[in-house]
């Protein structure tokens, strides 16, 4: 579902669902620091910032374009 996903942050939010499971999965054979471990970092981290990234991108690419293209000549100024 994470590659088959239309949606972006359906996708981030299923990768984090995946990240729980394989979690669960090494806490069921026996390593429950590795586990919690890949829990806290992946999660807690990774996907977090996966899915800030992702909603951040969520914008209007144009608007943006337009104020990039509004003061190029000011930061070009500037950096000269």
């Known amino acids: 579902m994470v590659i088959s996903s239309k949606n972006t942050v359906h996708a981030v939010f299923f ?31 990774v996907a977090v910032l996966f899915l800030f990234v992702v909603m951040m991108l969520e914008g209007n690419f144009t608007k943006i374009k337009q104020s990039f293209l509004q003061y190029l000549p000011f930061g070009f100024f500037i950096g000269l």
């Open 15 to 45: 990768l984090i669902l995946d990240f729980v499971s394989i979690s669960a999965l090494f806490i069921m054979i026996g390593a429950e620091f590795v586990g919690m471990i890949l829990l806290i970092v992946y999660v807690g981290a």
